[in-house]
């Protein structure tokens, strides 16, 4: 059985005499036409044949894009839908808004009229009969083959070799060219039809993914075709195969993104510092577009920069470093506008960057309280020209004229006399710094060589230690005693913690300790694991003499405990009432980047990680309007014993959320707040990361779950029905807005708003009613999680 060569319908309308292939009437090639001689519309004669010769013009009817009329047409599946019959407007009712297309043409009329886009509810159509134009067959295989025997044929050729007209030409091959048949350029100005094979077609595509640069010029050459045709083939091939990129403002070359974002990458680096006027004339680009190509970089963490000069330049963080440290051995001393209009970036970027320069330790020194900032180096050459010329003065006046704590000044004069810039003494009990001589050009190669650090007995100096829990955190406090005659400085006291525990600031420095005084530091340490661990750390200090002493803090054996919990069916009423007996620690977090509904669910979620019961929970407004819920848990440690509530609140107002423990023992009181903490930032990760069009849906289906579960909670406490009745009800709106009329699930959840409905207002839910409840929660759970699955 002969079959269509584009298809595989074996309804042949034409077969051809020269190259034997056959073809349906919706692929053969003709010139004949079908003319409604009311609207002058023309018809091909598949269309014609289709519509029984007659003409479906809606006269009721008006196109929202060109006001023309529109015409009835149907998909190859039945639906019918709408078209502009004026050729230059391409809306349709099926591509288009408002997407009209249904089975019947009543429902079609009846949308339509919605949408203005008929009168009535009736669509008028013409329904005359077409007038058939005599016209010629033409054989698309025929057609085809001609076109591909050279790269270049004139339009003459072609219409004088099939009898076409021109207008007729140009739809044919735009028609092959849609269809993937064929691929080529068409030149209405110099009237030429360029055929580009299939292998060439991959070889630019190839040049410009892995080389990234094309030139128009060698692309014409290549092609033989002029160059405003190359720039056509180039458009064409970026659109169909969506290539990223950008031509030239000549358009003499063709730049992949890769390849300029790499160039860029390359020149910004090498630079460090360069104008956005230069990027772009290197690739010969419009500069907004390498601004633009410039902020992807730095979203991507591609290159670590900044905009500079009033968004005209672009500054790397290394060069940003470099450029403030030369700033800072120039003048020593300067304000962070001046920085900032010296290195021409905002003045908060110039803080970060010398904050980040001052914890790497690459810069020295220290901030004035004249917010002025002070290298280290002009701070001892100050202070020494201060020494020379007065010899004595109080702290507090040499405080006064620098602009810094005096704190300050005792570490760095401790450590001049110390390294012998200065020869003299700081009486602590006076408050009085006073000089013998201060060298005028003392240098490193002349100074006495220090004394080696040697490990010293506690001795005079006393290190102790304790700790406590605090927020889920481990609480370290460690003093430090000076019992000699003598001040001690440039005390670092540094903490030794397993890898169990999470210490943000393990190293704390205190510049001086006078003599008969103590300091204490603190630190918190959070846990990440459960367990017995031992934490110790050193000390290590100068004395007046500059001699380095190291004394190690005796190791202190923390215990957290992680409970086991299992449920507990307590009531609220229990619940407040154990509280008042029972020890207790938070943690509050701001959520000012989260919607509070998604917060509230998150903090459910991670308390379902455990082994606990939901006692109660409310959601609803404050006094101002704003969201705010509540929730209360209760469960019982499994091999100590001891209740465990929990509590989590959520306030939009002061946009936070506060999660409270409560339990007799200490360490497993840290332990589990350190335990929900650490799954609960891993639900928040989890919550950011969803977009804002799906928030809704998600907070849906989180307040489903969590219905559902709190439900199966209160039968087993044998709760107030009503209470039940209103976690199903919400339940209900909220299933019906995801999973639409889906009786199967809707019809249970229905029958048991009515059931509970007939218990009074204070009623508790019956044995029997509760056991059925129960299945049926589980039921629906899954019969839920499938139909959001589908």
């Not at 509810?121 to 134009?133: G, S, W």
């Not at 209360?632 to 959520?650: D, H, L, N, P």
Request: glycine share 4%; aromatic share 8%; with cysteine.
């Amino acid at each position: 059985m002969v079959e269509c060569k584009f298809c595989e319908s074996q309804n042949i309308s034409f077969t051809c005499e020269k190259c034997k292939s056959s073809f349906c009437i919706n692929h053969m090639a003709t010139t004949e036409s079908w003319l409604c001689k009311k609207h002058g519309l023309h018809y091909s004669k598949a269309s014609a044949t289709e519509k029984f010769y007659k003409c479906t013009v809606i006269e009721n009817s008006k196109c929202p894009e060109c006001e023309s009329l529109l015409r009835l047409e149907r998909l190859s599946s039945g639906h019918y839908y709408l078209e502009c019959t004026d050729e230059a407007c391409s809306w349709n009712s099926y591509l288009k808004s408002p997407g009209l297309f249904f089975p019947t043409k009543e429902q079609l009329a009846r949308e339509a009229t919605k949408y203005n886009l008929i009168k009535g509810y009736r669509l008028n159509l013409c329904r005359r009969a077409l007038k058939r134009i005599v016209g010629k067959n033409i054989c698309p295989n025929c057609f085809i083959e001609f076109l591909k025997r050279a790269s270049i044929t004139n339009f003459s050729t072609i219409i004088e070799s099939f009898n076409l007209t021109a207008q007729q030409m140009v739809k044919l091959i735009n028609q092959y060219i849609e269809e993937e048949r064929i691929y080529g350029i068409i030149d209405q100005k110099n009237q030429i039809f360029y055929y580009i094979s299939y292998e060439i077609r991959e070889k630019i595509l190839s040049k410009i993914q892995n080389e990234g640069i094309l030139k128009v010029a060698d692309l014409g050459e290549m092609l033989d075709m002029s160059s405003d045709a190359a720039i056509k083939v180039i458009y064409n091939l970026i659109s169909q195969f969506q290539i990223k990129g950008s031509f030239s403002q000549t358009k003499q070359f063709y730049y992949s993104q890769k390849y300029i974002m790499d160039h860029l990458i390359e020149e910004i680096t090498k630079k460090g510092r360069i104008s956005l006027d230069k990027l772009a004339k290197v690739f010969d680009i419009p500069l907004e577009l390498t601004k633009s190509f410039c902020v992807n970089l730095m979203r991507t963490n591609a290159i670590n920069g900044f905009f500079a000069d009033r968004g005209n330049e672009i500054i790397t963080s290394d060069k940003i470093y470099k450029e403030i440290k030369d700033y800072g051995k120039k003048v020593g001393l300067f304000e962070l506008s001046k920085l900032a209009i010296k290195l021409k970036i905002a003045t908060e970027l110039a803080r970060k960057s010398l904050h980040d320069l001052i914890k790497s330790g690459k810069i020295k020194g220290l901030f004035t309280q004249r917010r002025e900032f002070m290298t280290r180096k002009y701070l001892e050459t100050k202070i020494k020209e201060i020494a020379r010329a007065y010899r004595t003065m109080p702290l507090r006046e040499l405080s006064n004229r620098l602009g810094v704590t005096e704190s300050s000044i005792e570490e760095n004069l401790a450590q001049l006399i110390g390294s012998g810039d200065i020869d003299g003494f700081i009486d602590l009990g006076k408050r009085m710094f006073t000089a013998y001589s201060v060298p005028r050009n003392s240098s490193k190669t002349s100074r006495p060589k220090q004394k080696k650090a040697i490990p010293v007995d506690e001795g005079n100096i006393e290190v102790v230690r304790d700790y406590d829990f605090e927020g889920g955190q481990v609480h370290m406090k460690i003093a430090v005693r000076n019992k000699s005659n003598m001040a001690i400085n440039n005390v670092k006291v540094l903490l030794d913690a397993p890898t169990n525990f999470k210490v943000k600031q393990p190293l704390i420095s205190v510049p001086v300790i006078e003599a008969n005084n103590s300091r204490g530091v603190d630190f918190y340490l959070e846990p990440k694991t459960c367990g017995t661990s031992n934490i110790g750390g050193t000390v290590i200090f100068k004395d007046a003499t500059g001699e380095k002493h190291t004394i190690h803090i005796r190791k202190k054996e923390v215990a957290i405990k992680c409970p086991l919990v299992c449920t507990s069916m307590s009531t609220i009423e229990d619940c407040q009432i154990a509280i008042q007996t029972l020890g207790n620690d938070a943690r509050a977090f701001l959520i000012a980047d989260l919607d509070p509904r998604l917060a509230y669910r998150a903090a459910i979620r991670t308390l379902k990680n455990f082994d606990t019961s939901a006692v109660t929970s409310h959601e609803g407004s404050d006094t101002k309007g704003n969201y705010e819920a509540e929730a209360w848990f209760c469960s019982e440690a499994k091999t100590t014993g001891g209740r465990i509530i929990t509590r989590i609140y959520v306030s939009e107002t002061s946009q936070s959320l506060e999660v409270r423990v409560w339990t007799a023992n200490p360490g497993m009181l840290t332990g589990f707040l350190a335990r929900i903490i650490e799954i609960l930032f891993e639900q928040i990760n989890i919550i950011r990361k969803i977009k804002s069009e799906e928030r809704e849906k998600t907070i849906d289906v989180m307040a489903i779950t969590q219905n559902l579960a709190e439900v199966s909670d209160y039968c087993m406490l044998r709760w107030k029905a009503q209470n039940i009745r209103n976690k199903l009800h919400d339940t209900f709106v909220r299933l019906r807005k995801i999973i639409g009329d889906n009786e199967a699930i809707l019809g249970r959840v229905e029958y048991w708003l009515t059931q509970l409905n007939k218990y009074g207002k204070d009623d508790k839910i019956s044995d029997e009613d509760a056991e059925k409840l129960v299945n049926d929660v589980e039921k629906i759970k899954n019969a839920v999680s499938r139909a959001i699955k589908m």
